[in-house]
Antibody, heavy 118, light 110 residues
Framework: EVQLVESGGGLVQPGGSLRLSCAASGFTFSSYEMSWVRQAPGKGLEWVSFISNSGSIIYYADSVKGRFTISRDNAKSSLYLQLNSLRAEDTAVYYC???????????WGQGTLVTVSS | QSALTQPRSVSGSPGQSVTISCTGTSSDVGGYKYVSWYQHHPGKAPKLMIYDVTKRPSGVPDRFSGSKSGNTASLTISGLQADDEADYYCCSFAGVSTWLFGGGTKLTVL
């Protein structure tokens, strides 16, 4: 069974940092592209960042460029998102998502909540 | 780039059909055949329902169908069931390095 399990969310002050992790199982992690997608309270989904299967190609949404860093460890079947210089508007549930094909989001985790507040 | 435009809510009775629209621009929905739809029951993981405008992943009932005309894509759910009540999001590939989602539509089964 394919599983994506996020962790690392929590309460952080504005300007602070957090590192999200996503543990993958049930599929060959190193063969697939991955993304992070978030959902702010009462809002819609927003794509945040993409990483290719090898980690050599990385993209970010303009809203997080320069503040967030995506990475992966294929040996550990894990995806990461380093969140720096956090703002109140970064408050959201962050989902780890597997992309079996580039143009779609096939497998989603349950999400981890990040709350940015003083 | 702005989010894709969806109606905030739609409703229908069991057995009826409903259609959810998703409007973008020629740079996203209208420019690519890569529109996908996701069903999200609050508190659960979103689920891929339609990809490449019209295709259904294995396991998704054929009551769910997708289409596109110009800059507007649509998701139609026929034979509404109680479990279809959820939030639905459209998404379009918008060129190298960008994916755009819609604001979401809450489907209520009356």
């Amino acid at each position: 069974e394919v599983q994506l399990v996020e962790s690392g969310g929590g309460l952080v002050q504005p300007g602070g940092s957090l590192r999200l992790s996503c543990a993958a199982s049930g599929f060959t992690f190193s063969s697939y592209e991955m993304s992070w997608v978030r959902q702010a309270p009462g809002k819609g989904l927003e794509w945040v960042s993409f990483i290719s299967n090898s980690g050599s190609i990385i993209y970010y949404a303009d809203s997080v460029k320069g503040r967030f860093t995506i990475s992966r460890d294929n040996a550990k079947s894990s995806l990461y998102l380093q969140l720096n210089s956090l703002r109140a508007e970064d408050t959201a549930v962050y989902y780890c998502v597997g992309q079996w094909l580039l143009q779609r989001f096939d497998q989603w985790g349950q999400g981890t909540l990040v709350t940015v507040s003083s | 780039q702005s989010a894709l435009t969806q109606p905030r809510s739609v409703s229908g009775s069991p057995g009826q059909s409903v259609t959810i629209s998703c409007t973008g621009t020629s740079s996203d929905v209208g420019g690519y055949k890569y529109v996908s739809w996701y069903q999200h029951h609050p508190g659960k993981a979103p689920k891929l329902m339609i990809y490449d405008v019209t295709k259904r992943p294995s396991g998704v009932p054929d009551r769910f169908s997708g289409s596109k005309s110009g800059n507007t894509a649509s998701l139609t759910i026929s034979g509404l069931q109680a479990d279809d009540e959820a939030d639905y999001y459209c998404c379009s590939f918008a060129g190298v390095s960008t994916w755009l989602f819609g604001g979401g539509t809450k489907l209520t089964v009356l």
